[in-house]
């Protein structure tokens, strides 16, 4: 029984193994290298400004010191 075992353990996980390099070869391609995206704008998302306003109260001043 525990033979059975170690060997479903062993067939499992190269199953899996296999499953993970194959994903992992199909994917590879999705990476662009930096120079690429410097190159074609597109493929980059535009860069936006956002402000951030940090309001001071005298309660948090108190906290802090």
């Not at 199953?15 to 662009?32: G, M, P």
Request: net charge positive; proline share 5%.
């Amino acid at each position: 029984m525990l033979i059975e075992n170690l060997g479903r353990l062993k067939v499992r996980k190269g199953k899996e193994r296999r499953e993970a390099q194959k994903e992992l070869e199909q994917s590879i391609h999705l990476v662009k290298a930096p120079q690429v995206l410097r190159q074609d704008q597109s493929l980059t998302l535009p860069k936006i400004k956002v402000e951030v306003s940090q309001p001071k109260s005298e309660k948090n001043q108190a906290m802090e010191e």
